[in-house]
């Protein structure tokens, strides 16, 4: 197992590197000019050369993509306005339009994406699951029709205007704000609750039918029919042993979408006003803020890339079947 996670971690560096290449280039080596997108419409020539010679874009294209990685080990010094502006290590470059390094504008955003995630997650997992287990033991009952129903329902929304109509009306929620975690727990919680509950019924849909169908597939292996023969309660055989091995591709498709909305999280973070990484990449999508782009993308092929490794590792834990090799 020990090898398969090493193997795993080298392809999941070469993909970071990949990507990050690949983007380098569509960014750095389109026909535009960076130089000139980073500085802007009323650019002089000292903002403009000064730009230039910081992103190293004076020297041959594989100078240009050493430096970069070579920012993310040990830091870069860039020159803004006459200073010499430090990035230590890792650094995603320099924000010439927001005069502050890219690392630090993602280390204010991301703590704020990560909660608004994970408080979503733990909403729509609970739910779905409950709602799913329920309906496969119930299965053709008027329960099962309506929880299907409803959950195709909700699912045929787009979910912008779920946002929507959470954010516009729902005013017996506490205001949207994000406040730190270590500050105030409580307001941190208050703050993210109307937002927590958009992600949760918007996404408690697909889980629910994703676990329903894994339940019932799940309640007619041989195991299941093996642990009641021995007389075992229905409870344990349910819980502690078909739900076991149900979870399986519902921990797959959690990973997927745990590190898809880590970097997708635009329409939340827009509609209530929370300033995470995807209302950061978004605004700096429509200034042309390359270094930011570059950083964004740095940012989710890494979330992507691990949270398929954490799941990978994970399917020991819930099914002993599977073997990592």
Request: proline share 5%; aromatic share 10%; net charge positive.
């Amino acid at each position: 197992m020990l090898l398969y996670i090493l193997r795993r971690i080298l392809i999941a560096i070469s993909v970071v590197a990949v990507t990050l290449i690949a983007s380098f280039a569509l960014f750095y080596v389109a026909p535009t000019d960076p130089a000139g997108v980073l500085c802007g419409e009323r650019c002089t020539p000292a903002r403009y050369e000064e730009i230039r010679r910081s992103l190293n874009l004076d020297e041959p294209l594989p100078s240009q993509v050493g430096n970069y990685f070579k920012g993310l080990v040990v830091g870069r010094t860039y020159e803004s306005g006459g200073t010499t502006v430090e990035c230590e290590a890792p650094c995603l470059g320099y924000s010439y339009l927001l005069g502050q390094p890219v690392t630090k504008l993602f280390a204010q955003a991301i703590p704020v994406t990560f909660s608004l995630v994970l408080g979503g997650a733990i909403v729509y997992v609970s739910v779905g699951l409950l709602a799913g287990v329920f309906a496969a033991r119930r299965r053709g009952t008027l329960f099962d029709r309506v929880t299907v129903g409803v959950s195709l329902i909700l699912n045929s929304i787009p979910y912008f205007i779920v946002a929507l109509i959470i954010s516009l009306y729902a005013t017996f929620l506490p205001p949207t704000q994000y406040t730190k975690l270590f500050e105030n727990p409580a307001m941190w919680a208050s703050g993210l609750l109307a937002a927590w509950l958009c992600l949760g019924l918007a996404n408690a849909a697909s889980y629910t039918r994703y676990s329903r169908g894994s339940m019932i597939e799940s309640l007619g292996e041989d195991f299941v029919r093996t642990a009641r023969a021995k007389g075992l309660t229905e409870r344990k055989v349910v819980y502690g042993h078909g739900l076991r091995a149900a979870l399986t591709p519902v921990a797959s498709i959690l990973g997927v979408d745990l590190a898809y909305q880590l970097t997708n999280t635009v329409f939340t973070e827009t509609i209530f006003g929370l300033p995470g990484v995807g209302l950061m990449t978004l605004r700096a999508f429509f200034t042309f803020d390359l270094p930011v782009l570059m950083g964004g993308v740095l940012v989710g092929s890494i979330a992507l890339v691990t949270m398929n490794l954490i799941v990978d590792v994970l399917y020991t834990v819930l099914d002993p079947r599977v073997r990592l090799s």
